[in-house]
């Protein structure tokens, strides 16, 4: 046994990725690295980081919507000092956004007719994804649609922190704010928000108050030259080859400097850095001597804010409204459980997590001490559900 978990149990998680994902070509690899009261209890890396080359420990990868908590917790820092305050309207900090209004027709080649929201949004309709706003990619609505024509959330587009909001601003809500839930773009103008509320830029924010007081050494918007080497490549899901080329280590996206620091998607990281990440949320918001963020303030982060209760499938409108998120709140940037039996997988309630788009994740679980950090690079992370499958074995590996 190691810190309570049955190690031949824990072993089973490499079997199953390597017999499952790794053989069959479905993923191009995976590491799984699994704590318990702060101490590492498993680690694997199988597959190949690039044609060739083993998956190592210290691989980096792109963590896309894993970077939400991160500025989620940035933000609660400057609610925390009271430069800003949950209610505060979006509009106080970000004026482009006094005319934006609900959409109610039009769109394509017809203009768009809207009506003035019911109420504004608000600071805690961004991190609770009930502002209104959306995502091109869930081609829904002439909204969405409206996203992906002006690029707002194409990571190659050639923004600043000024022009996206600016843009965003002249594209219809969804829906009023506070009404329903709608993954979106929200974090993204939260990083802005923070750029402006401490008049640097955001990746800076991130670095001085999380990154260096946490030792998380590899985690950034951009790879740096000298550790190219480390970047593993990234996959998309093709239904007859399995996958195809998405962004290569040597040639990445990654690796080049933007005009735009994407606080919804746009981080690299490792799975040591993710870890020390998690490790001051198990901690309540301190890793060794170091706060980063209040106990009571984590806690009602991590509490369900789903206007009125009840879970994601009542109140999503988009993605996550599937019948696997019931049971599953959502709080102020992490997916919460509210119920197990509901959410038809072993855990906790009240553990909390997310994960990204290229199939990476991360778990919290108070109640038994257990941090899980998951890595691959695959898109959709919607293609397979190694996540769910993943933290079934770590918690049927408990063993005290």
Not at 50 to 58: H, I, M, S, T, V
Not at 232 to 246: G, L, N, Q, V, W
């Amino acid at each position: 046994m190691s810190h309570g978990f049955d190690t031949g149990r824990l072993d089973r998680i490499p079997a199953f990725l390597q017999a499952k994902y790794v053989d069959t070509g479905r993923l191009p690899h995976a590491a799984t690295l699994v704590s318990r009261r702060g101490e590492v209890a498993h680690l694997s890396c199988i597959g190949e980081a690039r044609p060739g080359d083993a998956l190592k420990e210290d691989a980096i990868f792109r963590i896309a919507s894993m970077t939400k908590p991160i500025t989620s917790i940035a933000f609660m820092m400057l609610v925390e000092e009271g430069k800003v305050a949950l209610s505060d309207p979006l509009t106080k900090f970000c004026p482009e956004f006094k005319d934006t209004g609900v959409f109610v027709a039009g769109g394509g080649n017809v203009p768009f007719l809207t009506r003035p929201p019911t109420q504004p949004i608000r600071m805690v309709d961004l991190l609770r994804h009930t502002s209104g706003l959306t995502y091109g990619f869930q081609e829904r609505t002439p909204v969405d649609a409206a996203y992906r024509k002006a690029r707002i959330d194409d990571f190659d587009a050639d923004y600043t922190m000024d022009s996206f909001i600016a843009d965003l601003a002249k594209i219809p809500l969804q829906f009023d704010p506070g009404a329903h839930w709608n993954y979106s773009m929200a974090t993204d103008v939260l990083g802005a928000v923070i750029e402006r509320i401490e008049g640097k830029p955001f990746a800076q924010v991130l670095q001085e108050r999380i990154f260096a007081p946490l030792g998380m050494v590899d985690t950034g918007f951009k790879v740096p030259a000298d550790q190219q080497h480390r970047l593993t490549d990234c996959y998309a899901f093709d239904p007859r080859e399995k996958m195809k080329p998405f962004d290569s280590g040597d040639r990445s996206r990654w690796a080049k400097d933007r005009s735009f620091h994407s606080g919804g998607g746009g981080l690299a990281s490792t799975l040591h850095d993710y870890h020390r990440f998690c490790l001051m949320l198990l901690g309540g918001g301190k890793l060794g001597d170091v706060r980063i963020i209040g106990r009571k303030t984590l806690d009602l982060m991590t509490s369900n804010h789903l206007v009125g209760g009840g879970d994601l499938t009542q109140h999503s409108v988009g993605i996550f409204s599937e019948d696997e998120n019931a049971g599953v709140g959502f709080g102020l940037g992490f997916a919460v459980t509210l119920d197990p039996a509901s959410a038809g997988i072993p855990g906790s309630a009240g553990d909390f997590y997310w994960g990204g788009m290229f199939s990476t994740g991360f778990f919290v679980d108070p109640v038994e001490q257990i941090c899980m950090v998951f890595m691959t690079q695959l898109m959709p992370s919607s293609t397979y559900a190694v996540r769910r499958e993943v933290k079934t074995l770590v918690h049927a590996a408990i063993d005290d």
